[in-house]
Structures are given as C-alpha cells and as structure tokens.
C-alpha cells in the first residue's frame, strides 16, 4: 500500500476507537500529567486502506453513532420520566440532544407528552 493518503476523519476514528491499547503503547513514562511520547506516535504503523474503504467505514461509523445517540436520548428520557412519575410530578421533557448533517450537536427540546 505504497502512498496511500490517510483521511484525517478515518485517523481520528483508528485513533478513538483503540485509544486504550495506543495509550499504552504512546504515553510517557513517569509523567506527571498523561502525554503522547512524540516519537512512539510517529513511528506507529496505523493500517491505511484505500480511500474509498476508509470513506466506507466512515460512514459505517457515522450511521452507528446516530443510532447509539439515538438510544441514549431515549434512555435519558426514559430515566427522566421515571424519576418524575417516582416523584409524583408532572414530567417536563429534558432536551433532546441531536446532531446535524455535520457531526454537530443541537440542542431540540423534547416533545410535551
């Protein structure tokens, strides 16, 4: 895989999703606050597929973090609800959150039941 180029969105999400692991590989020994030793990252090997697969698998990633922001909201208003019917009030809806075309939080309110 030559000169592959490396969108930075599929280096960012290699990166969150074994964040662990490369800490353990990357970080500084002895350090008083956590840091990336700069030459263990530079010299990592990160896999690069083509640029349509990592396209791909951003989009794969993209549509799975709609549907657990989508159940977390529910959660959260689930837990909202029960804690105001424990209590014996009438619930008002926290606000939902909700991201945009963009990845970016918006802030909706939820609908009155």
Request: aromatic share 8%; charged share 20%.
């Amino acid at each position: 895989m030559g000169n592959e180029r490396m969108d930075a969105e599929y280096a960012a999400n290699y990166i969150l999703g074994n964040v662990s692991s490369l800490l353990l590989e990357w970080s500084k020994e002895g350090a008083t606050v956590e840091s990336i030793e700069r030459e263990y990252f530079s010299s990592s090997l990160i896999p690069v597929p083509p640029m349509e697969e990592q396209t791909a698998i951003n989009k794969e990633l993209e549509g799975r973090m709609g549907v657990f922001q989508s159940i977390e909201d529910q959660a959260v208003r689930g837990l909202f609800y029960f804690k105001n019917a424990a209590q014996s009030q009438s619930p008002q809806p926290p606000p939902a959150k909700s991201t945009s075309e963009n990845g970016s939080l918006l802030s909706t309110h939820a609908p009155a039941i």
